[in-house]
């Protein structure tokens, strides 16, 4: 996970889920993403975003959601380059469309000018405004634009919604699978590792939630601590280990 920024916002967000993270600000060895030391112990927080595994043939959902952001992001510095003013900006782009590399510039200048040439709110009271398929390309299927709060704030996102996939316990699984090279390297930095699963609903590229039954399973793996991170409510599960590496270190 590159970006520390966000990183840091979501262990600020488990902070408010668990009252056992020591207070201290840790320092970022990479790995693990956070390590919290004391004169006794030396804890280590890895962070995983989890994204839900592509169908077969399909596009990685991280892969479609990543251009997406990216093309917001753009139409974003468009948008401010032309004098537009500061703006919360939601993009819901249309699923039956793929979207390419290629399609990055045109895109995020279409989404520019429509929001430029809108008739906007000027103010986070005033009623919001909603581009619909007429004002925008059709990879795009509406924009819901609010005023800013202080006409200096700005922020434009693009939205993941649309269907909810279930994730099962043998999606949990790969993704500690995944993370276990990363667990031999943390382990030379504390005694105690946890691994935290974010399931963050306005980065993944699919909705996704956690079935009840993944919630209790036991997994197989070696780090002391397992966590399901939910950070838009906050919530966290602590997920179980089997027994055969309960023990484990």
């Not at 819901?144 to 269907?163: E, F, P």
Request: hydrophobic share 35%; with cysteine; charged share 30%.
């Amino acid at each position: 996970m590159p970006d520390k920024d966000r990183e840091r916002y979501y262990l600020s967000r488990l902070r408010e889920c668990l009252s056992d993270i020591p207070e201290s600000e840790p320092s970022e060895p990479e790995p693990p993403d956070f390590l919290f030391e004391s004169p006794d112990s030396r804890l280590g927080i890895e962070l995983t975003t989890f994204f839900y595994p592509p169908e077969p043939n399909k596009q990685p959902q991280q892969e479609i959601q990543s251009l997406r952001n990216y093309i917001t992001r753009r139409a974003k510095e468009m948008h401010a380059d032309a004098g537009g003013p500061a703006l919360y900006v939601t993009t819901f782009f249309n699923g039956n469309f793929p979207i390419w590399k290629k399609d990055i510039s045109r895109l995020a200048r279409c989404l520019a000018d429509a929001v430029f040439q809108a008739s906007v709110p000027t103010s986070v009271k005033d009623k919001a405004v909603t581009l619909g398929h007429a004002e925008l390309p059709q990879e795009i299927l509406n924009v819901r634009i609010h005023g800013s709060v202080d006409g200096i704030d700005n922020l434009w996102y693009a939205s993941s919604g649309g269907w909810v996939a279930s994730i099962g316990s043998d999606h949990v699984q790969q993704e500690i699978d995944r993370k276990r090279k990363k667990a031999v390297a943390a382990r030379r930095h504390c005694e105690e590792l946890w691994l935290v699963i974010v399931n963050d609903a306005f980065e993944k590229g699919a909705p996704a939630d956690l079935v009840d039954v993944a919630k209790t399973h036991a997994y197989s793996h070696e780090f002391d601590r397992l966590l399901w991170l939910e950070p838009h409510i906050p919530r966290v599960f602590d997920l179980c280990r089997t027994v055969s590496d309960s023990y484990a270190k």
